[in-house]
């Protein structure tokens, strides 16, 4: 979409990061994409800077967004990789049939909004939980007659701070909901910030760019880097978040 000129005509790149929980550890799958403000001209002579306000039209994005997450799930039922729980297997093909058709006629949501605090900020609040499951040790509180005790938000009543009880069976359920798959990759690199030609590229974006090292920062004060499950954007948005529901 990038790369088609009615829009920016350029190629750019995307890290994506998954994140599955929440801060009662429900299952809320999302993805943080964090996305260059430009990107490479197709002779790569040049760089196209997105407008300041601006990055793609987001109703598109999120149609975008649907098709290709939806086609991959049809790919993966069609070769066996994705299975429902029907006990027949035209049941299970009509129940995929309805799921998918619910889905395409919902509309699905992407957030492209400037960082708070500056890409930095992101780029370490992403980091906290590259390699994190779920829930900080220190959030633990007790573990008494079966009953596990932990600290959380509760973003429904102005993020007041609450302390949760779950029997030790369903605190070990919710957290196995976030522990993927062997060999599934949580952390993706796409276009100009792929691994293969990521140090080539970026070199070169930083000469186009009239900057032959890394961009520092000229901030005075530290910027707080939101908790887990906090927001990275303002408004409550989320950092070129995809997020379908």
């Not at 403000?37 to 306000?53: I, Q, Y």
């Not at 957290?175 to 970026?202: K, M, T, W, Y």
Request: aromatic share 8%; glycine share 10%; proline share 5%.
């Amino acid at each position: 979409m990038a790369a088609n000129p009615d829009h920016l005509g350029a190629r750019t790149g995307v890290l994506a990061v998954l994140h599955t929980w929440g801060q009662a550890l429900q299952l809320h799958p999302h993805v943080h994409c964090v996305v260059p403000g430009g990107g490479l001209t197709e002779d790569r002579t040049g760089w196209v800077h997105s407008r300041p306000d601006f990055f793609r039209p987001v109703r598109i994005l999120s149609r975008v967004f649907r098709g290709k997450f939806l086609a991959g799930l049809r790919a993966a039922f069609a070769e066996g990789r994705l299975h429902l729980t029907s006990p027949c297997l035209d049941g299970a093909a009509r129940e995929f049939q309805r799921l998918v058709s619910a889905a395409v006629g919902t509309d699905w949501v992407v957030y492209a909004r400037p960082p708070f605090g500056g890409p930095d900020v992101v780029l370490k609040y992403l980091a906290r939980y590259t390699h994190r499951v779920a829930i900080r040790n220190s959030r633990l509180l007790d573990f008494e007659d079966g009953t596990v005790s932990f600290r959380s938000k509760d973003y429904a009543h102005g993020n007041r701070r609450r302390v949760r009880k779950l029997s030790a069976r369903e605190f070990v359920r919710r957290l196995l909901l976030h522990v993927l798959p062997a060999g599934f990759v949580r952390i993706r690199h796409c276009g100009i910030l792929s691994n293969r030609h990521r140090q080539e590229d970026l070199a070169l974006c930083r000469e186009l760019l009239g900057n032959g090292a890394t961009a520092e920062t000229d901030r005075e004060e530290p910027v707080k880097v939101p908790e887990e499950g906090e927001s990275i954007t303002p408004r409550g948005s989320v950092l070129t978040a995809a997020r379908a529901g």
